[in-house]
Each structure stands twice: as C-alpha cells, then as structure tokens.
C-alpha cells in the first residue's frame, strides 16, 4: 500500500477486522475504546470554559492529544504506512470515520505543517453562536496524530471555528520547529496554550517514556 494512501471506503473495511469487541470491551487498533456521545464532550468543554482556568484548557488539550497520539501510532504501523502523505490522508481519513466531520486540506508540507479545514464536526457545532473557538480537544486529538504523521512533535492552533461561524474550523497543525508558524501566530499561540513549554516538555516526556525512536524531538 505505498504511495497509496487508504482511501475511507478501504479504511472502513480495513478497520472492522482491527475492531473487536472482547468480554465487553471494544478494541480497535489494539486500544482499548468508548462508544462516547458528543454530549460528554460538550459537558466537558463547557465546564472549563466556565471555570475558566487556563491550565485546564491545556490540560484538556493534551488528553486529546495522548489519544490521538497512540490510536495514530497503531494506524500507522497496522498499515505499514511509509510516507508522510499516505499517513497524513489516511490519519485523516481515520478522523473523519471516527466521525469528526469532513476535512478539507489547505497546506500539507512533511515535517513542518498541515493546515486544513473541518466542516460538520458536531461537537462545535454545539456551541454555535459563540464568542470564542472551543475545539481544544479537538486540536489535542488532531496534534497528537499529527505527531505520527510528521514523526515530529506537533501542535495545534485553531484559526477559525464552527462554534463562531456556524460552518466550519480551521487548524493549522505545526511541528515544533516550524519556525513561519510560530513566528505568524504567535499571538495566537500565546492565547489558545497557557503554557506552551510546558506543553511542549509533557509530550517530550510522553514520547521519551514510550521509548519511541521514530519521533523527533529536538
Ligand atoms: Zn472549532
């Protein structure tokens, strides 16, 4: 399957022989998974938005991207995916399976950016009309993946959400060395993370605890 990318038909074939359902548990991947409605979700980021505490959004943020992180990793390997286009169509392709809305790409540079578009993604649709972006799980989930896609650490930022404009999000997935992006939306940056070193030093951590070679760090 090189220098092909798992089309979603395919991958929707391709997955129900990876999910198993095993003494009450669901296991797709090799993890182990919730059938979870949007609801939990949306309690969820309406309770730290109230709160109101920074350090909780990026909290919240980095347990989307530990997911994201080892259910890409097992897509990955599963599928033997060797370059970073097959890996980021197919990673996406996942997502919008996994039920995450359609995505539409506007930039996708290996090892330094994707910059793409999701519409019908139910979970900020929830919240339209709002003030602010709410998708911080959401760019968790997708930078955690992006991080297998890149084999680099990745982070995300949210240009535009669905929750404000009633139609879509956009995310610009950067790897940490992306030096446009983090000089370009620095302000952003600054806003969407409380800390983004330390952000930065949890997933180092992560992946150095994970004994993943494939990755870069540094
Ligand atoms: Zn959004």
């Known amino acids: 399957m090189s220098m092909l990318n798992v089309p979603k038909s395919v991958l929707k074939l391709l997955l ?6 095993i003494e009450g548990k669901i296991n797709l991947l090799n993890t182990s998974n ?3 409605p949007v609801e939990f979700f949306e309690y969820y980021t ?8 920074k350090k909780d959004v990026d909290e919240y943020y980095l347990s989307g991207w530990v997911a994201g992180y080892v ?3 097992n897509l990955m ?3 033997k995916l060797k370059t970073p286009q097959d890996r980021y169509i197919t990673a ?15 930039e996708f540079r290996p090892g330094v950016r ?3 578009f999701y519409l019908t993604n139910p979970l900020p649709l929830k919240f339209f009309p709002s003030k602010e972006p709410v998708c911080d799980f959401i760019r968790g989930i997708s930078a955690g993946g992006g991080t297998w896609v890149h084999k680099k650490i990745v982070n995300s930022i949210e240009l535009k959400c669905a929750a404000v404009n009633g139609k879509y999000c956009e995310f610009i997935n950067f790897c940490f060395d992306d030096k446009k992006t983090i000089k370009g939306y620095n302000k952003l940056i600054t806003n969407q993370f409380y800390k983004y070193r330390d952000i930065l030093e949890f997933e180092r951590n992560h992946i150095k605890k994970k004994k993943e070679k494939e990755i870069s760090v540094s």
């Open 92 to 106: 996406m392709n996942f997502l919008e399976v996994g039920g995450y809305g359609n995505y539409k790409t506007i």
């Open 77 to 79: 390997q599963t599928y």
């Open 114 to 116: 994707s910059h793409f």
């Open 71 to 73: 259910i890409t990793k």
């Open 46 to 53: 309406k309770f730290i938005k109230e709160r109101g505490n």
């Open 34 to 36: 919730f059938i979870t």
């Open 16 to 21: 129900s022989r990876q999910l198993k359902w």
